[in-house]
């Protein structure tokens, strides 16, 4: 079922459901990773009209961007993809910094442009803060580039509520990105009733909490000592067990719905006043017209409110 909504207080209109394509040339992410493979991901997301490709310079340290660009151009048709980018990794003497100086930004905006081989993009964040640029002037920046029409809205992404505040002082603001799921419900106390009022969409990452409330895991599930979900918290002992269990609990209501765990939880962030859209990964074709299923999930205000106490 084809949806469609607009982010926030602009004018952009994206499937509900995008994809997050840092497995799209995110070889400094991923080991092994197929180019080809990639490419079909967003092959697939364009075709099924889910048109909401979110990227960044970090992922693959531009490949991502490229890879993107080369599919979109074969297509022909600039129109039929909205593409979030991000910015503010820098590499400062062999080290990894972040940047949101304005020169930075404006440079960053251009370089962008060149590898998804495109004259504006849609949507632009500030990747991470720095620890030096008031955040008002880097939001001023890109406010720059959006009058000079190389991109159509302004994002932050990884940012307090404090941070947001500052950098939103002009209004200037239109998307935060954040980590937020059903097990990390953080952003409820101050990020999302702040966005609210403002009008700024909010976009989570991490919505299936690296798979655990996909319900992919049981309790004999092990992780690699250099997998990140092996250092979790989430993902140790008697929480890994309680978390487990809740995730059994919408297992349960998703069978009585012949839906899939996932696309229940997806649809319940949907429900959210803030949330527009949702940008699950996907390294494979299959995966994007899977989640793509997602719509198919009409929630009930009862379940809305049992998947809420579940994970109160």
Not at 79 to 102: D, L, Y
Not at 146 to 171: P, T, W
Not at 264 to 291: C, F, H, M, S
Request: glycine share 8%.
């Amino acid at each position: 079922m084809d949806r469609e909504t607009t982010i926030g207080h602009t004018d952009i209109k994206v499937n509900p459901i995008g994809v997050g394509t840092n497995a799209v040339g995110g070889h400094n992410i991923y080991p092994n990773l197929d180019e080809e493979q990639g490419k079909n991901v967003v092959r697939t997301a364009l075709d099924r009209g889910m048109n909401f490709l979110d990227t960044a310079y970090v992922y693959g340290l531009g490949r991502s961007e490229e890879l993107i660009g080369e599919v979109v151009k074969e297509r022909g048709n600039r129109q039929e993809a909205v593409i979030a980018t991000k910015a503010a990794h820098e590499s400062k003497e062999g080290k990894m910094i972040f940047n949101n100086s304005p020169a930075f930004l404006k440079e960053a905006v251009e370089q962008a442009q060149k590898r998804l081989q495109t004259d504006y993009i849609d949507l632009f964040y500030i990747h991470f803060p720095d620890e030096n640029t008031p955040k008002a002037e880097a939001v001023g920046a890109l406010k720059e580039c959006k009058d000079d029409g190389k991109i159509r809205s302004i994002g932050v992404s990884n940012f307090s509520v404090e941070q947001l505040k500052e950098a939103d002082q002009d209004g200037y603001v239109d998307v935060i990105q954040s980590e937020y799921n059903l097990l990390k419900r953080g952003a409820e106390n101050d990020l999302l009733p702040y966005v609210k009022e403002r009008g700024i969409s909010f976009v989570p990452y991490f919505p299936l909490a690296s798979g655990l409330l996909a319900g992919k895991y049981d309790k004999n599930t092990t992780f690699a000592d250099n997998d990140i979900r092996s250092n979790s918290p989430m993902f140790q002992g008697s929480t890994f067990y309680e978390n487990l269990e809740k995730v059994e609990k919408v297992r349960r209501l998703a069978r009585k719905k012949g839906a899939e765990t996932a696309h229940v939880i997806l649809a319940w962030y949907l429900t959210r006043d803030a949330i527009d859209t949702i940008i699950p990964g996907a390294k494979r074709a299959e995966q994007v017209t899977d989640n793509g299923h997602t719509l198919d999930v009409m929630l009930t205000e009862e379940e809305i409110k049992e998947i809420d106490q579940i994970f109160s």
